[in-house]
């Protein structure tokens, strides 16, 4: 059977034919082929019944009570398995979305070191303790604190550094909390860093190279017990893409 609608007949033991109990039709696929006149076996063909639609026609009002009832039962019968069961006639089979791929390439970051952190020559205090500091910023050099000690005239610099690599690229930049500067002859200082910025962003457009530069800072105690002598140590400074 090629047509996608078949009628429904379902006749009821007792009463006269051509005389239905119910008649009607439903909406099907191309494959049911036969429904049979006297018993219909809705739970079969349930999942594939889209809509119902039916009359009582009674030859007698003898029983059309009953009749009625039979008629209401098995229309909600299909209608409930239908609501319950997909429906093969009307889904959608395939679908499909365009989506889209991207990429950004760039060239590697680069980091130059310009200049050492260099905090000179201090005085230490003969009574109590100074705090030295290197602006990060500025490079300029403080002694604060209760003790007595002194600044030297002397090189002093904050660390500086120069970040090549792709044009307006962010980056971050990331410095250890402190380090650890040991004596020529005896003793350890440890110095906090501070870094001028924690981000920064390359110059020029994508495309083509850009720069920018940063500086790092610290400050260490200088009690007046400190052994004297030359100090240094070292520290690395990371930069990476955003």
Request: net charge positive; glycine share 12%.
């Amino acid at each position: 059977m090629d047509g996608r609608t078949l009628d429904l007949r379902v006749s009821f033991r007792g009463w006269r034919t051509p005389q239905p109990g119910l008649s009607g039709s439903v909406r099907s696929t191309p494959d049911i082929a036969h429904l049979g006149k006297r018993t219909v076996p809705l739970a079969r063909y349930a999942r594939r019944v889209v809509s119902l639609s039916g009359s009582i026609t009674p030859s007698s009002t003898r029983r059309t009570t009953d009749i009625m009832k039979t008629a209401q039962f098995a229309v909600a019968g299909v209608v409930a398995l239908v609501a319950l069961s997909p429906m093969s006639a009307l889904a959608q089979s395939t679908a499909s979305a365009l989506t889209q791929g991207s990429a950004r390439i760039v060239q590697p970051i680069t980091l130059t070191k310009n200049s050492d952190l260099a905090f000179g020559t201090i005085v230490r205090a003969a009574t109590g303790t100074n705090t030295v500091t290197v602006d990060a910023t500025t490079g300029a050099r403080t002694l604060t604190g209760a003790g007595d000690g002194a600044a030297v005239t002397s090189t002093v610099t904050r660390a500086t550094y120069t970040v090549g690599g792709e044009g307006a690229q962010t980056f971050s930049i990331t410095v250890p909390a402190t380090f650890s500067m040991t004596g020529s002859a005896d003793g350890t200082i440890t110095v906090n860093l501070t870094s001028s910025a924690s981000t920064g962003t390359l110059s020029g457009t994508i495309g083509a190279a850009g720069s920018a530069t940063f500086g790092v800072g610290g400050d260490f105690s200088l009690p007046n017990t400190q052994a004297g002598g030359n100090y240094s140590g070292s520290f690395t400074a990371t930069v990476a893409y955003n």
